[in-house]
Each structure stands twice: as structure tokens, then as C-alpha cells.
T-cell receptor
Framework: DAGITQSPRHKVTETGTPVTLRCHQTENHRYMYWYRQDPGHGLRLIHYSYGVKDTDKGEVSDGYSVSRSKTEDFLLTLESATSSQTSVYFC?????????????FGNGTRLTVT | KNEVEQSPQNLTAQEGEFITINCSYSVGISALHWLQQHPGGGIVSLFMLSSGKKKHGRLIATINIQEKHSSLHITASHPRDSAVYICAVSSPPNQFYFGTGTSLTVIP
């Protein structure tokens, strides 16, 4: 299995609080992604990174920011959590991008915003 | 409008049956991915293919680029194959689209 660790695995937080989710990889892959998974929507891309300090938005990026200061770490921040951000969040990595390399997923973080 | 459509949405099979899950897409692609998600959440990459056919154990994935269609076959199905199977496509330059998944239950 690809070395991908997400933390925390579960989190309950209150509306309006900031939350940071961490994705750590040991594979030295260039591409890292944050997805959310909701019933009826499947997986949707929030943000992705194609290198250190190189990030771009996905289809559901509003309310989220990311940072990648090291190859191995990709952080997802909810600046002010809302109930609509209750979801399961998956980090994924890809060696050369999804057009030529498979995706490897972390085990997910279940976030509940009350 | 969904760029990736899977069918069926839900599938129940008896152990030992041959199973087919279909995926159709509407965009140009550089690769198609099949993923498996077990209850409890972990997602595993099964196949990545851009042409032809790939086989891994009892799993076979095929793709027809002209028809924009892929199939995932499971031979001699087993209860441990019960999972959600997700089709996804990489579309240049940077897009990646997921289907909503096919939930498979294999009954002993």
C-alpha cells in the first residue's frame, strides 16, 4: 500500500471554527489531491497540488484553502467551518498525474460540523 | 450533466456469478481508472487503462475508446468482492471526473 496518512481520522467541530486536515505521504509523489465524498455526489475535487507551493482549485474549492510547503505534506484548511462541510475527506497522491499514473488514496477523515 | 455514468447503480449477485459493471463517459480522456471502496471507506486503485484490456486475478477491465465505454468484469464472484466500484476518467489538461459508483453485494 502507498504510504499515505491522513490526520485526524475523525473530527467533530463547531460551526465557525477553523479546521486543518493533514495528509502525509512517504512516496515522494509530485501530485497530491484533496477530495470530499458525499452521498449522491461521489468524489469531488477540492484542491490539488502539482509541486511544493504549487496548488490549484478544484470544482468545490469555496471555503477551503491548502498549503504545501514540503513534498510530503498537503494541508487542507477550512477557514470557518460550516455544516455543509460535514463530509468524508480523502487525500490522494499520484506520481505523474492522473493521466499517466494511478491514484492512491488515504483512509479518509470523517468531519462533522455541528 | 455527469461526465461519467455508471450502470447499474446497485447490483446483487450470488457467489460464483460473473459480474459486469459498465462505465460511459462523454469527454476526451487520457486514462480511465477503476477504483474499489469497501465498507469502512478505504479506496483502492484497481486499474488504470487507456486502451484494450487489463487483467488482475479475477478482475478484468476493458475499454473501447471509440465508443467511450469501459467495463469491469468479476469472474467467480465472492462475498469479499462486495464493495462500491467507482469509474473515473482523466481528461486533459487537468480534469478528473468520477462516476457515483456501483454498489455490489455478493451473497454466499
Amino acid at each position: 500500500d502507498a504510504g499515505i496518512t491522513q490526520s485526524p481520522r475523525h473530527k467533530v467541530t463547531e460551526t465557525g471554527t477553523p479546521v486543518t486536515l493533514r495528509c502525509h505521504q512517504t512516496e515522494n509523489h509530485r501530485y497530491m489531491y484533496w477530495y470530499r465524498q458525499d452521498p449522491g455526489h461521489g468524489l469531488r475535487l477540492i484542491h490539488y497540488s502539482y509541486g511544493v507551493k504549487d496548488t490549484d482549485k478544484g470544482e468545490v474549492s469555496d471555503g477551503y484553502s491548502v498549503s504545501r510547503s514540503k513534498t510530503e505534506d498537503f494541508l487542507l484548511t477550512l477557514e470557518s467551518a460550516t455544516s455543509s462541510q460535514t463530509s468524508v475527506y480523502f487525500c490522494a497522491i499520484s506520481e505523474q498525474g492522473t493521466g499517466v499514473s494511478p491514484l492512491h488514496f488515504g483512509n479518509g477523515t470523517r468531519l462533522t460540523v455541528t | 450533466k455527469n461526465e461519467v455514468e455508471q450502470s447499474p447503480q446497485n447490483l446483487t449477485a450470488q457467489e460464483g456469478e460473473f459480474i459486469t459493471i459498465n462505465c460511459s463517459y462523454s469527454v476526451g480522456i487520457s486514462a480511465l481508472h477503476w477504483l474499489q471502496q469497501h465498507p469502512g471507506g478505504g479506496i483502492v486503485s484497481l486499474f488504470m487503462l487507456s486502451s484494450g484490456k487489463k487483467k488482475h486475478g479475477r478482475l478484468i477491465a476493458t475499454i473501447n475508446i471509440q465508443e467511450k465505454h469501459s467495463s469491469l468484469h468479476i469472474t467467480a464472484s465472492h462475498p469479499r468482492d462486495s464493495a462500491v466500484y467507482i469509474c473515473a476518467v482523466s481528461s486533459p489538461p487537468n480534469q478528473f471526473y468520477f462516476g457515483t459508483g456501483t454498489s455490489l453485494t455478493v451473497i454466499p
